[in-house]
């Protein structure tokens, strides 16, 4: 290298001051030169390509919706060829509205709609104008992002919401679409289903018909964020990825396979949400702020919102049994509006025995639990198909449908309901039957008199029970994952801890049918100053199943959820509990509509944790759990008593018995 620059200097400057600008000139040399330097050598891509779509058995169109305010909302449009006063099917959503009308390219509307949301089927089948909306703020659409933007009021000082946008969007539709018959009904799941009831809010009338599917309607009750005030910490990716970013393009990160080291490496939600940088993020603020059912919570609550509204649209409710994400707000929904319902007809309810969104899906099994037929076949071709037609379609029958359609686990078959519960609830004659836990760990009808006044174990934070079997897997629907199923997973890996109380029954000779939510009755004591308490109720099949031998002693779990302790007095102000006093808890299970058949066994579970779905409990009384510390999360001594006086039991919805 020495030798090589004493050349350059030998022989002058004129080489290397040519060389220096070949170099500084390449910046300028990569970017694109004017067209005028090269006539005659135009792009290959034109300015815009038309596709030929001439053999397509549909026509898309994708516009640009003002809304009342001057945001415009992108949506994508799907009309049959050769369509004349269609019906048309609505759906809003943050999900991407071309990417859910893009599926599979085809020139066939079904490929291009099969998957998340479309029920392809009827909507293909019956001839319906379908049209996608991306909610603002999100993909294409302008304007904010506010995750379940509140109506107008105290929470939502803007003149416009999710109710206002579906007025304008509908207003434009049966004015710019003529070859729709002015009908419109709006559909979805999940957030998507949270749209159709806020549709509900001053409808537009061109609005006949309402489907919201396993629909978000409490956050802090029991649907996404919290469940009686315990924090579903693992929808903190779902926080993260959906609120980052207006296409969801920033990603949640983790450096650990399971999910529960993840979460125990950093403590704390709150501390794993610093780390993450989610202090950025508005939605995420909000909970650290309202960790109670403060009016934040309750007056964003869909189901109040409705229930202080007239009932002017027919609205179908669809509820999952085994809904992993929102168990929760179709039945509350349900509940608040079905008392407006004067003739009967308004208001239908149907309850599959599905994880989230299955009903659009094969519904003949979720996990290894199978149920004779695909259910969710049969929903859209038996119950759905003929409630939309009715509707939208100019001429169609009306829908002989019963005001409730359930599926009747364990019998596994389709029932015509009058009400919802069929077991009477609340404390009229007959409504429940207490089932009792036991000393020796037995359940049974009758109450305890004899025997010991408890059982006890030790409740650890630093060795919380998993939700299901580790390694724990991520929320998500991906290939290999199995999120949709935990909640009919096995049981038997938390009935060997000695963290986890298990009560059994003797073995069923007659059938024992529930329809209705279970009630929790639990007296129990805690050392610490604060606690959670898992219930599970269980269906425990024979130990050899000859027809399905990976059944023999399964443990499915029926019903079971969380309640926090500091709760106990109002979910909208946390107290201490008091050390080693049993106090007495109260709560409802979701809802069950099933048959303990001969053969089988019912059990219960009680534990304090169940980690890392949701956040540990310190054990020790803070003011926020979000904010805990380490040094707050102490072991604990946990007793569930089962003594004259302090009697601890399920309240069963029983039927038929």
Same mark, same amino acid.
């Given at each position: 290298?020495?030798?090589?620059?004493?050349?350059?200097?030998?022989? %002058?400057?004129?080489?290397?001051?040519?060389?220096?600008?070949?170099?500084?000139?390449?910046?300028?040399?990569?970017?694109?030169?004017?067209?005028?330097?090269?006539? %005659?050598?135009?792009?290959? !891509?034109?300015?815009?390509?038309?596709?030929?779509?001439?053999?397509?058995?549909?026509?898309?169109?994708?516009?640009?919706?003002?809304?009342?305010?001057?945001?415009?909302?992108? #949506?994508?449009?799907?009309?049959?060829?050769?369509?004349?006063?269609?019906?048309?099917?609505?759906?809003?959503?943050?999900?991407? =509205?071309?990417?859910?009308?893009?599926?599979?390219?085809?020139?066939?509307?079904?490929?291009?709609?099969?998957?998340?949301?479309?029920? !392809?089927?009827?909507?293909?089948?019956?001839?319906?104008?379908?049209?996608?909306?991306?909610?603002?703020?999100?993909?294409?659409?302008?304007?904010?992002?506010?995750?379940?933007?509140?109506?107008?009021?105290?929470?939502?000082?803007?003149?416009?919401?999710?109710? !206002?946008?579906?007025?304008?969007?509908?207003?434009?539709?049966?004015?710019?679409?003529?070859?729709?018959?002015?009908?419109?009904? !709006?559909?979805?799941?999940?957030?998507?289903?949270?749209?159709?009831?806020?549709?509900?809010?001053?409808?537009?009338?061109?609005?006949?018909?309402?489907?919201?599917?396993?629909?978000?309607?409490? %956050?802090?009750? %029991?649907?996404?964020?919290?469940?009686?005030?315990?924090?579903?910490?693992?929808?903190?990716?779902?926080?993260?990825?959906?609120?980052?970013?207006?296409?969801?393009?920033?990603?949640?990160?983790?450096?650990?396979?399971?999910? $529960?080291?993840?979460?125990?490496?950093?403590?704390?939600?709150?501390?794993?949400?610093?780390?993450?940088?989610?202090?950025?993020?508005?939605?995420?603020?909000?909970?650290?702020?309202?960790?109670?059912?403060?009016?934040?919570?309750?007056?964003?609550?869909?189901?109040?919102?409705?229930?202080?509204?007239?009932?002017?649209?027919?609205?179908?409710?669809?509820?999952?049994?085994?809904?992993?994400?929102?168990?929760?707000? =179709?039945?509350?929904?349900?509940?608040?509006?079905?008392?407006?319902? #004067?003739?009967?007809?308004?208001?239908?309810?149907?309850?599959?025995?599905?994880?989230?969104?299955?009903?659009?899906?094969?519904?003949?099994?979720?996990?290894?639990?199978?149920?004779?037929?695909?259910?969710?076949?049969?929903?859209?071709?038996?119950?759905?198909?003929?409630?939309? =037609?009715?509707?939208?379609?100019?001429?169609?029958?009306?829908?002989?449908?019963?005001?409730?359609?359930?599926?009747?686990?364990?019998?596994?078959?389709?029932?015509?309901?009058?009400?919802?519960?069929?077991?009477?609830?609340?404390?009229?004659?007959?409504?429940?039957?207490?089932?009792?836990?036991?000393?020796?760990?037995?359940?049974?009808?009758?109450?305890?008199?004899?025997?010991?006044?408890?059982?006890?174990?030790?409740?650890?934070?630093?060795?919380?029970?998993?939700?299901?079997?580790?390694?724990?897997?991520?929320?998500?629907?991906?290939?290999?994952?199995?999120?949709?199923?935990?909640?009919?997973?096995?049981?038997?890996?938390?009935?060997?801890?000695?963290?986890?109380?298990?009560?059994?029954?003797?073995?069923?000779?007659?059938?024992?049918?529930?329809?209705?939510?279970?009630?929790?009755?639990?007296?129990?004591?805690?050392?610490?100053?604060?606690?959670?308490?898992?219930?599970?109720?269980?269906?425990?099949?024979?130990?050899?199943?000859?027809?399905? &031998?990976?059944?023999?002693? $399964?443990?499915?779990?029926?019903?079971? +959820?969380?309640?926090?302790?500091?709760?106990?007095?109002?979910?909208?102000?946390?107290?201490?509990?008091?050390?080693?006093?049993?106090?007495?808890?109260?709560?409802?299970?979701?809802?069950?509509?099933?048959?303990?058949?001969?053969?089988?066994?019912?059990?219960?579970?009680?534990?304090?944790?169940?980690?890392?779905?949701? +956040?540990?409990?310190?054990?020790?009384?803070?003011?926020?759990?979000?904010?805990?510390?380490?040094?707050? $999360?102490?072991?604990?001594?946990?007793?569930? $008593?089962?003594?004259?006086?302090?009697?601890?039991?399920?309240?069963? &919805?029983?039927?038929?018995?």
């Amino acid at each position: 290298m020495k030798h090589r620059r004493a050349v350059i200097t030998q022989r %002058g400057l004129l080489p290397a001051l040519f060389a220096l600008l070949l170099t500084l000139g390449g910046a300028a040399l990569a970017a694109d030169p004017p067209a005028a330097q090269y006539p %005659g050598y135009p792009s290959e !891509t034109p300015a815009h390509f038309v596709p030929a779509t001439d053999s397509y058995d549909y026509v898309r169109r994708e516009v640009m919706i003002p809304m009342r305010d001057g945001v415009k909302l992108r #949506t994508i449009i799907l009309i049959p060829k050769g369509a004349t006063h269609a019906g048309i099917v609505l759906t809003r959503t943050p999900y991407d =509205a071309r990417e859910l009308t893009s599926h599979t390219p085809s020139g066939h509307l079904g490929p291009m709609l099969e998957g998340y949301d479309n029920v !392809t089927d009827v909507i293909v089948e019956d001839h319906y104008i379908r049209v996608v909306q991306d909610v603002r703020g999100k993909y294409g659409s302008g304007g904010d992002y506010v995750m379940n933007r509140p109506v107008h009021g105290p929470l939502n000082p803007t003149p416009v919401d999710d109710a !206002t946008d579906t007025y304008d969007t509908i207003d434009w539709l049966v004015k710019n679409i003529p070859e729709s018959n002015g009908k419109v009904g !709006t559909i979805g799941i999940s957030y998507d289903g949270f749209e159709p009831l806020m549709a509900l809010v001053h409808p537009h009338p061109a609005l006949k018909v309402s489907v919201p599917m396993n629909p978000m309607v409490d %956050g802090w009750m %029991g649907d996404d964020w919290f469940h009686n005030g315990a924090f579903r910490e693992q929808n903190m990716s779902y926080i993260y990825e959906q609120t980052a970013s207006r296409d969801n393009s920033i990603k949640w990160w983790t450096n650990y396979h399971d999910e $529960y080291d993840l979460f125990m490496h950093y403590g704390s939600a709150g501390a794993l949400g610093q780390a993450y940088g989610m202090q950025q993020l508005g939605f995420w603020n909000k909970l650290l702020a309202h960790p109670a059912y403060d009016a934040f919570w309750r007056d964003q609550a869909v189901d109040k919102l409705l229930a202080a509204q007239p009932l002017t649209v027919p609205v179908m409710l669809v509820h999952s049994l085994w809904d992993q994400e929102d168990i929760y707000g =179709a039945l509350a929904v349900y509940r608040a509006i079905k008392p407006k319902d #004067t003739t009967g007809q308004m208001v239908k309810l149907v309850m599959g025995p599905w994880h989230h969104g299955q009903e659009i899906g094969d519904g003949s099994a979720l996990g290894a639990i199978r149920f004779g037929s695909d259910t969710g076949r049969y929903f859209r071709e038996h119950i759905l198909r003929p409630f939309l =037609a009715q509707y939208l379609k100019d001429g169609a029958p009306k829908a002989d449908l019963a005001p409730v359609t359930a599926f009747q686990t364990g019998s596994d078959r389709w029932q015509r309901l009058e009400r919802w519960p069929l077991a009477c609830e609340h404390g009229c004659p007959g409504s429940s039957r207490p089932l009792y836990l036991e000393p020796g760990r037995k359940l049974g009808f009758s109450a305890p008199t004899t025997g010991a006044a408890f059982d006890a174990y030790v409740s650890d934070p630093a060795h919380p029970v998993p939700f299901r079997a580790r390694p724990i897997q991520p929320i998500g629907y991906d290939h290999g994952l199995t999120w949709s199923q935990w909640l009919v997973d096995d049981q038997r890996e938390a009935s060997g801890r000695t963290d986890v109380l298990t009560y059994t029954s003797d073995v069923l000779t007659a059938p024992l049918t529930i329809s209705g939510a279970p009630d929790v009755h639990l007296v129990a004591s805690t050392s610490g100053t604060d606690s959670d308490w898992v219930v599970k109720l269980i269906d425990v099949y024979p130990d050899q199943v000859a027809a399905q &031998p990976e059944l023999g002693g $399964y443990q499915l779990a029926v019903a079971m +959820d969380i309640f926090r302790g500091r709760y106990r007095e109002g979910f909208d102000h946390p107290v201490p509990l008091a050390a080693n006093q049993p106090l007495a808890y109260r709560f409802a299970l979701p809802a069950a509509n099933h048959v303990f058949l001969p053969g089988h066994r019912i059990m219960v579970q009680v534990q304090s944790s169940w980690f890392p779905l949701y +956040d540990r409990n310190p054990q020790t009384f803070v003011p926020n759990i979000f904010l805990a510390r380490p040094a707050d $999360y102490q072991p604990a001594t946990q007793r569930v $008593y089962h003594a004259p006086g302090e009697a601890s039991y399920i309240a069963l &919805p029983v039927v038929g018995s």
